[in-house]
């Protein structure tokens, strides 16, 4: 049985220009073939089952030339898997989609195109430049600057000028000076607004606006490189005045959010919607344990409460206790207790409402607040890690309540992306490292090494954890509270 092949155009930046019919079919691909320019953030939706295929082209070098890209595609569809084409920006416009789909046609291989954002379209609004606008233009024009190594770029600029609409030139930056002086001579006004965005639609965007004439001289100065765009128009005046990206508070700040890939949305989305440029490389994992006999025995007590540390800790109880044969209904009889508003979202997931959330989330308050709800002494039955603090079953102990500490999962150091962090930090590209737990500052020191004398600064939530780092780095700023919200406004106040 021959598989189909889907071209998937993955938009100019991170996962949030994504279409959603693009990212269903990543999730659903047996084999992804994946261009150079598509973001990290985005490959990690690829199933850790899908085979992944790099054909990074750059300009003017391409390490798997296109016949080849197009007959991996043939022979990955005849093996029978669901092939997902990843390209950046959108499959049709200069990504040599229309080529590919000749070559499965031909082939007899089906196909589909699901589009994407196109950066000709994304950068300029991340830069406050609206393409068209009825005041100066009616129309946009998008054309490759890309020309041949040591070939002239062959573009009409006399027809382009009497069009005079917006003009956008893609992968044109090393050709600058040929656009700028083409216009020109073209008879183009050397005052006509124009700009440069490397990075557009990313955190890391930068933009130079000027005028034609001046523009390249501007860039240089400046620094930019590829990715960029060019354009060219009227419109690029009003790029100060409508420009909502680059002020935002994170925005031009790369930050490394160490949480497990499972919690790490909730930061990193609210990171990126503050403009920052965000790294997803969790440093943990968590390994739900087999044995399932503490739990049992534990079981075989009553307990006043029932507590959880973490919310991996809720599904791992509820895994748990469905190998031995039980439900939730086990924990009948007990109040529940959550160390964070996080938690008792978990524990909400399954219908359970927790009748105790400290107001500071770590384990010392969570000690303290369940010492208040049992005066007289009782028990408690914690549900978590195996690599646990000790703050609260030692501080219950020593107020004569009961615990039992049953291990229902361990929390394993793994960094799929050490080498990447490296390479960054060896750069000085990284401004902020997050950490929300222990465990994620020991797994995010165990993959990147020796850093003591890094300039980024360190994010904590939680006492412990800020204490854990400290221990390695010099710059660490703790949240007021353990909450996301409040390490989001530390970070703001302190980057």
């Excluded at 991996?72 to 990843?86: C, F, I, S, Y």
């Excluded at 949480?259 to 739900?288: F, M, Q, S, Y």
């Excluded at 980024?456 to 703790?478: D, H, L, P, R, S």
Aim: with cysteine; aromatic share 4%; charged share 20%.
């Amino acid at each position: 049985m021959i598989g189909t092949v889907t071209l998937v155009g993955a938009g100019p930046g991170d996962k949030g220009l994504l279409t959603m019919a693009g990212a269903q079919a990543i999730a659903q691909a047996d084999a992804v073939v994946y261009d150079r320019l598509v973001r990290e953030d985005i490959l990690d939706l690829i199933p850790p089952r899908a085979e992944k295929i790099s054909v990074g082209k750059e300009n003017n070098h391409h390490p798997v030339p296109q016949p080849e890209i197009n007959e991996t595609l043939v022979r990955l569809a005849r093996e029978g898997k669901n092939v997902v084409r990843l390209k950046g920006g959108d499959c049709f416009l200069f990504g040599r989609g229309g080529e590919e789909c000749e070559h499965l046609l031909q082939n007899g291989v089906p196909f589909r195109v699901i589009p994407g954002v196109t950066s000709a379209l994304a950068a300029p609004a991340f830069a406050g430049i609206p393409v068209t606008h009825r005041d100066f233009t009616s129309s946009v024009h998008i054309i490759t600057a890309h020309a041949r190594a040591g070939k002239p770029l062959t573009i009409d600029f006399d027809s382009l000028v009497r069009l005079d609409g917006t003009l956008v030139f893609l992968m044109g930056l090393t050709a600058l000076e040929q656009v700028t002086d083409g216009l020109l001579r073209a008879g183009m006004q050397s005052d006509m607004p124009a700009a440069v965005i490397e990075n557009g639609a990313r955190g890391t965007q930068r933009k130079v606006v000027s005028v034609l004439s001046q523009l390249a001289a501007h860039v240089r100065a400046k620094g930019l490189q590829s990715p960029a765009l060019i354009i060219v128009g009227r419109v690029c005046s009003l790029s100060d005045a409508l420009d909502w990206f680059t002020p935002l508070p994170l925005h031009g700040k790369t930050i490394v959010v160490t949480r497990p890939k499972a919690r790490a949305g909730t930061l990193a989305d609210k990171l990126r919607a503050h403009g920052a440029n965000v790294i997803e490389a969790p440093c943990i994992e968590t390994v739900e344990r087999e044995d399932t006999q503490p739990l049992a025995d534990a079981l075989q007590q009553p307990h006043d409460w029932a507590v959880f540390t973490s919310p991996a800790g809720v599904p791992a109880a509820v895994d748990a206790l469905r190998r031995l044969g039980r439900d939730l209904r086990a924990l009948y009889g007990m109040k529940i207790a959550a160390i964070g508003k996080g938690t008792a979202a978990a524990l909400a997931a399954y219908g359970l409402t927790a009748d105790l959330v400290p107001a500071q989330y770590d384990g010392e308050h969570l000690a303290d607040a369940l010492i208040d709800a049992m005066p007289q002494g009782g028990s408690a039955l914690l549900l978590r890690a195996m690599q646990g603090g000790q703050i609260l079953p030692e501080k219950l102990a020593r107020m004569g309540i009961r615990v039992t500490d049953v291990p229902l999962y361990d929390t394993v150091h793994r960094c799929d992306k050490a080498d990447a962090l490296r390479g960054l930090l060896a750069d000085g590209k990284i401004d902020a490292v997050t950490f929300t737990s222990v465990s994620t500052v020991e797994g995010f020191r165990e993959a990147v090494g020796g850093t003591e004398d890094a300039a980024f600064t360190v994010f904590c939530i939680g006492a412990q954890t800020a204490e854990a780092a400290k221990k390695y780095y010099q710059n660490v700023e703790i949240a007021k509270n353990a909450t996301i919200e409040d390490l989001l406004t530390c970070i703001e106040e302190e980057i």
